[in-house]
C-alpha cells in the first residue's frame, strides 16, 4: 500500500466512509510480503483524535468502528509512519552525508596506512642492498675458501674491494691545466674561437657543452672525430697493426637519407680512400635529440650501431651497406664482396652497460675530468 493511498484511508477512517476493522484487516493482509505494520515510526497525530471523530460519526448514524483496540493501534501506526514525515527528505540526506563522511575517513586511514608501508618496504629494500654490498665486499677482499693445513699460508693483500686502475682509460688533467682551462673558458665570449684546426673553428659556446647535462654540438662531434682520425693516421706509422680509422662528418648521414642517395654524397670521399681503412665511424643524430654511432669494420665485415640509451636501428645498418656498395662501384669498378655475409649488429643496453662498467668502478677522483660549472 502506497502513501497516497495511506492518507486516503486516514481521509476516509476520519470521515466515517469507511469501517476501521475492516480496512485494517484488509491492509494486514495485504502487507503480509511487506513487513509488518509496527515497524513504522511515530511522528504525526496520535489515535485519540481519531477515534473521536469516530464516535461524532456514529452519532450521526454512519457505520464506524473505532471502539477497537485494533482499529486504535492501526490508526497509531498507519497516522506515524516516517514516510507522513515532512522531514523524510532531509533525514535520509543526513543519513547519506553521514555514510559518506565516514567512507571518505576509512580512504584517508586507507592512503595513510598505504604510504607508511611503502616508506617501510624502501627502507626494508635499501637495508638489504647495503647488506649484500657489504658481504660482497668481504667476498672480494677475503677468498671464501678453506685453508690447507699442510700448505704454508699465505698473506692476504689488503686491498680495496674495488681496485684503483694502474692505467687511465682517458688522461687527467694537472692542476696548471685546469686552472689554464678555466682562465680561457672565463675570459673567451661566447663567439670567440678556441680550437681552429682541420678546417673546423670550435667557440666558447661550444665547448661549454661539454658540461653538465647540455646537448652536445655537432661541431665538438665533428672535431673529435677528425681527433680519432689524425690519431689512428698517426699511430699506424709507428705500429702498422693498429687500425686505420676513417670518419664521417654529422651531416653525411642525414644527406645520405635526405633523397638523393648515394648521389648526394658521391664527392664526400674523393680525399680518401675509404677501402684502404679499417674502420669506418659515422655519429648519428637519432630522431634529432640523441647521438649514436655507427662503426662499419671492413676487416671483419661487420656494421655496428652503438646506441648508450639501448635502441636499435636495423634501417641505419642496411642504408649504410648499401651505401659501401655503392661506393665500391664507384670507386672500384666492382660490387661490395659478400654482401650477404655482412654482419649487423645492435649492440643495445647490454653492450653499453659492459662498456661503462669499468668507469662505473673507477673511484671518480680517477674518472675523466670533468668541465667544473663556470
Known amino acids: 500500500m502506497g502513501i497516497e493511498e495511506y492518507k486516503k484511508l486516514l481521509d476516509s477512517a476520519r470521515s466515517g466512509k469507511v469501517n476501521i476493522r475492516t480496512a485494517y484487516r484488509t491492509m494486514a493482509s495485504n502487507r503480509v510480503g511487506q513487513g509488518s505494520p509496527s515497524s513504522l515510526s511515530s511522528v504525526s497525530q496520535s489515535s485519540r483524535d481519531l477515534v473521536t471523530t469516530a464516535q461524532a460519526a456514529g452519532a450521526t448514524g454512519r ?13 497509531s501506526r498507519v497516522s506515524n509512519t516516517a514516510y507522513l514525515s515532512k522531514a523524510w527528505l532531509s ?15 576509512q580512504i584517508s586511514q586507507l592512503e595513510a596506512e598505504l604510504k607508511f608501508w611503502e616508506a617501510q618496504r624502501k627502507l626494508s629494500e635499501a637495508a638489504k642492498i647495503d647488506e649484500l654490498e657489504q658481504r660482497l665486499a668481504c667476498l672480494l677482499r677475503t677468498p671464501p675458501v678453506l685453508e690447507d693445513p699442510y700448505l704454508k699460508p699465505q698473506p692476504i693483500p689488503q686491498e680495496l674491494p674495488y681496485k684503483r686502475p694502474e692505467k687511465h682509460a682517458l688522461p687527467v688533467l694537472s692542476d696548471d691545466q685546469v686552472e689554464f682551462v678555466m682562465k680561457t673558458l672565463r675570459s673567451a665570449g661566447p663567439d670567440t674561437v678556441l680550437v681552429n684546426n682541420y678546417r673546423l673553428a670550435v667557440t666558447q659556446r661550444e665547448l661549454l657543452t661539454l658540461t653538465g647535462t647540455n646537448w652536445l654540438s655537432d661541431m665538438v662531434i665533428n672535431f673529435y672525430m677528425q681527433l680519432l682520425h689524425h690519431r689512428s693516421k ?19 648521414y642525414p644527406k645520405l637519407v635526405s633523397g638523393t ?21 659515422i655519429p648519428i643524430h637519432d630522431r634529432g635529440i640523441h647521438w649514436c654511432l655507427a662503426a662499419g669494420d671492413l676487416r671483419k665485415k661487420t656494421l655496428t650501431f652503438y646506441d648508450s640509451m639501448g635502441g636499435e636501428n636495423d634501417l641505419c645498418l642496411e ?6 656498395d655503392s661506393e665500391s662501384r664507384d670507386k672500384r669498378q666492382r660490387p661490395l664482396e659478400d654482401m650477404a655475409a655482412w654482419k649487423k649488429i645492435n649492440t643495445g643496453v647490454f653492450h653499453s652497460v659492459l662498456l661503462l662498467a669499468p668507469m662505473l668502478l673507477t673511484p671518480p677522483s680517477t674518472r675523466f675530468f670533468p668541465l667544473p660549472a663556470l
Open 63 to 75: 457505520t464506524l468502528t473505532v471502539a477497537s483496540p485494533d482499529a486504535d493501534a492501526w490508526c
Open 91 to 105: 533525514n535520509l540526506a543526513s543519513t547519506f552525508s553521514t555514510s559518506s563522511n565516514q567512507r571518505d575517513k
Open 234 to 252: 698517426r699511430l699506424h706509422e709507428s705500429n702498422p697493426s693498429l687500425p686505420r680509422v676513417a670518419v664521417m662528418n654529422t651531416f653525411f
Open 261 to 281: 642517395g648515394y648521389a648526394g654524397v658521391r664527392r664526400w670521399t674523393r680525399s680518401i680512400s675509404l677501402f684502404d681503412h679499417d674502420l669506418v665511424l
Open 319 to 324: 642504408t649504410l651497406l648499401s651505401y659501401l
